[in-house]
């Protein structure tokens, strides 16, 4: 079982196709909205957000309601979640989360009827919603949410590392950031260039190294492991571009050179790899990619993606794609068994 079957299965379980259209956007939006929690926790949250609010159930009746429980969850009518796009968004950008203990440092405790949310950080914790909670001393005040959630997207990993070659890829508005997320690519063994012929991106392999080979920070497109070249003419989006192309290793429609057990390819390589650049970019306080595509107008909608679009794989990627970008990782070992 992988990190995210568990999410996918929740999704799977949706008979209505517009209600699992919107479990699957309340997912992905919740990871979005919430880099303080990894993204296997931040999936694991808006599971249980789902049954605590009772905002989607699969069999007609309250899924939530059991014996004993307490707060919103033993309520017997389930609310529908919203009917539009933006107006689940909106309920999300509400949302305020945070652990027992932080609650309690800030003078707030749960209330009788709160419902407590388990998050695995690798230790079991509780979190409340601020719904659930009430002060415990006069004068209690919490710190802005919102304003916590950005200092977590700007963090930077402690093996980041600027490379000023990206710049020109950046375009207006958070050219250093650019700068400093895709420094770290070299890691995985790629090299970004433009190409004045293609529309999008092209990733290709175009050197597969020997067993225990790790890559060099300078290397160049002679000796990369993976050759990503983005068309000039995207402008702004070059950068969302870059991202998506380095997400199609992640979603295994290129051969990993680095894990012993790589990821098989799907049927939707520009979809599922345009996912994972969606929910990345989001968490890393990158800009992203303007305009609409296929991809996005499909998840909007309130139709659900298709049976072969595989969310687990995409909630891994995007995990391993932040990972990379943000400068949590070092540089990758190639292995023997990724090499076919």
């Not at 605590?52 to 033993?74: E, F, I, P, R």
């Not at 998050?119 to 001393?137: C, G, K, L, R």
Request: proline share 7%.
């Amino acid at each position: 079982m992988n990190d995210f079957e568990t999410t996918f299965d929740r999704i799977s379980k949706e008979q209505d196709p517009t209600s699992r259209s919107r479990v699957e956007q309340f997912i992905v939006e919740t990871v979005r909205a919430l880099p303080n929690l990894t993204t296997k926790q931040g999936a694991s949250l808006a599971i249980q957000l789902l049954d605590a609010l009772q905002l989607a159930d699969t069999s007609g009746s309250a899924s939530g309601a059991t014996s004993g429980s307490k707060g919103v969850a033993s309520k017997s009518n389930p609310c529908p979640l919203p009917d539009t796009f933006d107006a689940l968004t909106s309920l999300i950008a509400q949302l305020d989360v945070r652990s027992d203990s932080e609650w309690r440092s800030f003078g707030f405790q749960p209330t009788e009827t709160a419902h407590p949310l388990l998050i695995a950080i690798p230790e079991i914790e509780v979190f409340y919603q601020h719904t659930d909670v009430e002060a415990s001393s006069e004068g209690a005040v919490a710190p802005d949410f919102q304003e916590n959630q950005a200092m977590w997207r700007r963090r930077l990993g402690s093996v980041t590392e600027p490379n000023l070659i990206y710049k020109e890829f950046s375009g207006p508005g958070k050219a250093q950031r650019a700068v400093e997320m895709l420094g770290n690519l070299w890691k995985i063994g790629i090299v970004v260039s433009r190409d004045t012929e293609s529309r999008l991106g092209l990733t290709r392999v175009e050197y597969t190294p020997t067993p225990g080979e790790v890559p060099v920070p300078m290397m160049s497109e002679k000796n990369c492991w993976y050759s990503i070249r983005v068309s000039e003419t995207l402008g702004e989006n070059q950068v969302p571009e870059i991202v998506r192309c380095v997400a199609e290793i992640f979603c295994g429609y290129l051969p990993q050179m680095w894990p012993k057990t790589p990821i098989k390819a799907g049927k939707l390589r520009i979809q599922e790899s345009e996912a994972a650049a969606y929910i990345a970019l989001a968490r890393l306080d990158l800009s992203p990619r303007t305009g609409n595509t296929t991809w996005t107008n499909s998840y909007i909608s309130p139709r659900p993606l298709s049976p072969a679009f595989r969310w687990d794989v995409v909630l891994e990627a995007s995990h391993q794609l932040e990972n990379l970008l943000r400068g949590d990782t070092g540089p990758v070992t190639a292995t023997q068994q990724a090499t076919g």
